[in-house]
């Protein structure tokens, strides 16, 4: 099955700033199947971009995703109090599915 | 919008069954393209596949939890649902039901129930 390592394991930042996650795979995915999912304390993960690129429904444009391969990276332009929260990044490719282990974010 | 909600004992003894319904609404269960899907959470940690069920009765289970898992879907109340057996403490989480939305080659999580802590303690 496919490994999907994140990076940093936390990221301590201030609200303004932005971001850039990143979430390696161990092998190519050979789609652009990879997804980005946002969770708050308390709360159940939600889904931010699919494809890799595309933004589901609703998220604001300050979130965007890009990669191909085995890297991928979503980027926050800037951050709002409201996007400290842990970022779980997906691969479905590639049967099984994996999660990567999840990048907090947290205000400094 | 699709919304999902699970529902089941907060509180499962050693070596039972936990069972667990996932109630689909503001859409049918029935409708194509999407795999209906379990995943937990312990306490502090990353999400955790179980697997995933199709209307069509279709099943995948991720094989750290294969052989203790069964999901079934009720098409006439628009639900699916989960049974893990012989539990043990380290079945403890937050379990989640989600919309696998099919894309060629597999599926992303869409929307996600709000989860439900189910405890294993005699």
């Known amino acids: 099955e496919i490994v999907l390592t994140q990076s940093p394991g936390t990221l301590s930042l201030s609200p303004g700033e932005g971001v850039t996650l990143s979430c390696r795979a161990s092998q190519s995915i050979s789609t652009t199947h990879l997804a980005w999912y946002q969770q708050k304390p308390g709360q159940a993960p939600r889904l931010l971009i699919y494809?890799?690129?595309n933004r589901a429904t609703g998220i604001p444009d300050r979130f965007s995703g890009s990669g191909s391969g085995t890297d991928f990276t979503l980027t926050i332009s800037r951050l709002e109090p409201e996007d400290f929260a842990v970022y779980y990044c997906?691969?479905?490719?590639?049967?099984?599915?994996?999660f990567g282990q999840g990048t907090r974010l947290e205000i400094k | 919008q699709v919304q999902l909600q699970e529902s089941g004992p907060g509180l499962v003894k050693p070596s039972q069954t936990l069972s667990l319904t996932c109630t689909v609404s503001?859409?049918?269960?029935?409708?194509?393209?999407?795999?209906w899907t379990w995943i937990r959470q312990p306490a502090g940690k990353g999400l955790e596949w179980i697997g995933r069920?199709?209307?069509?009765?279709?099943?995948y289970y991720y094989p750290s939890l294969n052989s203790r898992v069964t999901m079934s879907v009720d098409t006439s109340k628009n639900q699916f649902s989960l049974k893990l057996s012989s539990v043990t403490a380290a079945d403890t989480a937050v379990y989640y039901c989600?919309?696998?939305?099919?894309?060629?080659?597999?599926?992303?999580?869409?929307?996600w129930g709000q989860g439900t802590l189910v405890t294993v303690s005699s």
């Open positions: 989600a919309r696998g939305v099919y894309e060629s080659s597999g599926y992303y999580l869409d929307p």
């Open positions: 494809g890799a690129s």
């Open positions: 069920i199709h209307v069509s009765g279709s099943t």
């Open positions: 503001g859409g049918s269960i029935s409708s194509g393209g999407y795999y």
């Open positions: 997906q691969q479905y490719g590639s049967a099984p599915s994996t």
